[in-house]
């Protein structure tokens, strides 16, 4: 803004107080807010048409058509609502006048202020600003997400990033099922863990991180290894579950309890420098045993700890499976229902895979029972 110019057109423009814009409002004048979207989540005065002062011009016409009407403009301090006064003079208004202090004035004046009844909290609207003017998300979505219980399998290098960016979207319950200890091993690449915490319990080192990150999120920890005992009990309580497991047994038992009880499974796996990301859900896409109904022979594949894994690749995938999950929350977009996405890190390519459903599988074929757990060591050969 020019101060020059900003000096000069409060010369020009009428100011009125905040109280005299109320009273105006009240014998028939227009209230203009011109702040800007995220702004209007902390409130705007009762009645006031909205619109950045970035499209007043485009959007006056529409929203203000009678142009013998006394329109006062306001926007967060006083400055902005200048510029749309002056816009709104070349467009042909006649009577427009600016609150001196715009809406810091008029909510310290103590007159009221509306809020939308969206169910977000201020600190919330705050936070959340960025997601709040996303036509897709907005604040029913960004509510979505804050009623939302996501269950993490593994706090690891792909449960790591998932956490952070749910915890940071604004997901509100996140679960986290591990029952391992940081070790030194895991700092390069499992970004929930710092060094002065290598002996902590990963659940307790992640709850910290993610309630220093966003204290709104609950988060709800399980310190103990998945198993066909309490997986029902500890699944059946979230709405999705984010498989970020690094062995063939937890992987498959995660499918037949998200099978089970009709829960997402937006899963991921890492191999060196290559990557994979998938979305199951029975009755709309193939399952995990559709694509892998045999687990690989034993001593035909390698652990991360065996093999290694670049330390950024699991940020990939894990980013990929937090996105994944939000659109399943919100209900927008495409989630990778029968495509298994393949991301080369050394190529710098995405290949898409078609996943075909098996109709003979004895877990997910339509009409088939759940046929019940199994052991899974046994299963795996392990």
Not at 291 to 315: H, I, K, N, R, W
Request: aromatic fraction near 6%; glycine fraction near 10%.
């Amino acid at each position: 803004m020019d101060p020059a110019h900003l000096a000069k057109l409060r010369g020009l423009i009428p100011h009125v107080t905040p109280a005299d814009a109320a009273a105006l409002a009240e014998r028939g004048a227009v209230l203009l807010d011109v702040r800007e979207r995220p702004e209007w989540a902390t409130g705007t005065a009762p009645g006031a048409v909205t619109i950045p002062r970035g499209l007043v011009e485009a959007e006056a016409a529409r929203l203000l058509p009678d142009k013998d009407r006394t329109v006062v403009v306001y926007c967060q301090k006083g400055a902005r609502s200048l510029l749309a006064a002056e816009t709104l003079g070349r467009l042909g208004y006649g009577d427009v006048r600016s609150i001196a202090g715009g809406f810091e004035a008029w909510a310290a004046a103590g007159l009221p202020v509306a809020r939308a009844e969206d169910g977000l909290s201020d600190a919330e609207r705050r936070r959340y600003a960025r997601h709040l003017v996303i036509p897709e998300v907005g604040p029913s979505g960004q509510r979505r997400l804050k009623e939302a219980k996501v269950l993490l399998v593994g706090a690891g290098g792909l449960g790591s990033p998932a956490a952070v960016y749910l915890a940071c979207a604004g997901v509100g319950t996140l679960g986290i099922v591990d029952f391992d200890r940081v070790d030194e091993s895991n700092l390069q690449r499992q970004i929930l863990h710092t060094p002065p915490r290598v002996g902590m319990r990963k659940v307790e080192s992640a709850k910290r991180t993610i309630e220093e990150m966003n204290p709104l999120v609950r988060v709800e920890p399980f310190d103990t290894r998945l198993t066909s005992e309490n997986a029902d009990e500890i699944v059946a309580k979230f709405d999705v579950v984010v498989d970020g497991a690094d062995n063939f047994p937890t992987r498959y038992l995660i499918n037949d309890a998200c099978v089970k009880h009709g829960k997402p499974n937006v899963h991921g796996s890492v191999f060196r420098f290559e990557g994979q990301a998938s979305v199951f859900l029975r009755g709309r896409s193939p399952c995990y045993r559709c694509l892998y109904p045999e687990p690989p022979p034993p001593g035909m594949t390698q652990s991360c700890a065996d093999a290694g894994v670049l330390g950024v690749l699991p940020g990939v995938i894990g980013l990929i499976q937090a996105i994944e999950t939000i659109k399943l929350v919100l209900g927008q977009g495409e989630p990778l229902f029968g495509r298994l996405l393949v991301y080369d890190a050394l190529a710098a390519t995405f290949r898409e895979l078609k996943i075909r459903a098996n109709p003979e599988c004895a877990y997910c074929a339509p009409g088939r029972a759940f046929p019940g757990y199994v052991d899974y060591e046994g299963f795996c050969g392990q």
